[in-house]
């Protein structure tokens, strides 16, 4: 069987730095040896792929064959952006335009469309902190980023005029030509990309490229009809003891009652 060619370049870049298994894997702080990384027995991680790039400038695309060029090129780490479109209310402040799950699926094809933006429910805030900046609400669909985010939320978004902006780790919509997705973000400015992770460990990183980022949009606040059910006060331990006490202090004020 022949092996994921992410695996061959893996054990060439080692052979390259003339390192043995043992001696890669605690270059890399991933265990005891990189034997079972070379064999395709155990899944390259986002963070071995970080790794790579950040001890040894290895481009990830040349790591999973779609590039020829093994090292990144020194070019412009970073990239301007901004909402292509806006809208106001009557009052001259910007609106917060809602895109649902179904108008998602033609957001990054409508970007200069204004009527498509025209159609868009609209709301706004008197709150002074929503009025010195582009606002936009994203609705939530899948699981990705379940427990903190659920299906159908809706979350509120700060528009980023430049990549630079990015603080690692942090929420972010992201929008390219593939379309609209809400992940934690890790900046790598010398591969220039955005490597996107789910707070759910059973969805896997996803890498965008600089060049197809269209918009990134940072989490401010969400709307949601969940409540967190496993939270501290709600937990039968802590629910338990209340009962105690309740019944305790209802037993001292009637003494005659059977409580």
């Given at each position: 069987?022949?092996?994921?060619?992410?695996?061959?370049?893996?054990?060439?870049?080692?052979?390259?730095?003339?390192?043995?298994?043992?001696?890669?894997?605690?270059?890399?702080?991933?265990?005891?040896?990189?034997?079972?990384?070379?064999?395709?027995?155990?899944?390259?991680?986002?963070?071995?792929?970080?790794?790579?790039?950040n001890m040894y400038n290895i481009n990830p695309d040349w790591l999973y064959g779609e590039s020829e060029q093994k090292h990144v090129e020194d070019k412009s780490l970073t990239k301007e952006l901004a909402p292509s479109v806006?809208?106001?209310?009557?009052?001259?402040?910007?609106?917060?335009?809602?895109?649902?799950?179904?108008?998602?699926?033609?957001?990054?094809?409508?970007?200069?469309?204004?009527?498509?933006?025209?159609?868009?429910?609209?709301?706004?805030?008197?709150?002074?902190?929503?009025?010195?900046?582009?606002?936009?609400?994203?609705?939530?669909?899948?699981?990705?980023?379940?427990?903190?985010?659920?299906?159908?939320?809706?979350?509120?978004?700060?528009?980023?005029?430049?990549?630079?902006?990015?603080?690692?780790?942090?929420?972010?919509?992201?929008?390219?030509?593939?379309?609209?997705?809400?992940?934690?973000?890790?900046?790598?400015?010398?591969?220039?990309?955005?490597?996107?992770?789910?707070?759910?460990?059973?969805?896997?990183?996803?890498?965008?490229?600089?060049?197809?980022?269209?918009?990134?949009?940072?989490?401010?606040?969400?709307?949601?009809?969940?409540?967190?059910?496993?939270?501290?006060?709600?937990?039968?331990?802590?629910?338990?003891?209340?009962?105690?006490?309740?019944?305790?202090?209802?037993?001292?004020?009637?003494?005659?009652?059977?409580?």
């Amino acid at each position: 069987m022949t092996l994921p060619i992410h695996c061959r370049r893996l054990k060439q870049l080692r052979e390259e730095l003339n390192l043995t298994q043992v001696a890669f894997a605690k270059t890399l702080g991933i265990g005891s040896t990189t034997t079972e990384y070379e064999r395709g027995r155990t899944k390259l991680t986002g963070e071995i792929v970080w790794r790579l790039y950040n001890m040894y400038n290895i481009n990830p695309d040349w790591l999973y064959g779609e590039s020829e060029q093994k090292h990144v090129e020194d070019k412009s780490l970073t990239k301007e952006l901004a909402p292509s479109v806006v809208t106001v209310e009557n009052s001259g402040f910007e609106n917060i335009l809602m895109v649902s799950h179904k108008a998602a699926a033609g957001y990054a094809g409508n970007l200069n469309n204004q009527e498509f933006y025209e159609q868009l429910p609209a709301f706004s805030f008197p709150i002074p902190e929503y009025r010195n900046a582009t606002y936009r609400c994203f609705q939530v669909e899948g699981q990705s980023m379940m427990p903190t985010i659920h299906p159908h939320d809706w979350v509120i978004t700060k528009a980023i005029e430049n990549l630079d902006q990015i603080k690692n780790n942090n929420i972010y919509v992201v929008v390219d030509d593939e379309g609209i997705r809400i992940k934690r973000v890790y900046n790598e400015k010398k591969a220039r990309c955005l490597f996107l992770l789910s707070i759910n460990t059973a969805f896997e990183q996803e890498t965008v490229k600089y060049d197809n980022v269209i918009e990134v949009w940072e989490f401010h606040s969400k709307l949601t009809k969940e409540l967190i059910a496993d939270s501290q006060e709600f937990k039968l331990d802590t629910i338990y003891k209340d009962i105690k006490q309740i019944k305790k202090k209802l037993s001292d004020a009637f003494p005659a009652e059977n409580v």
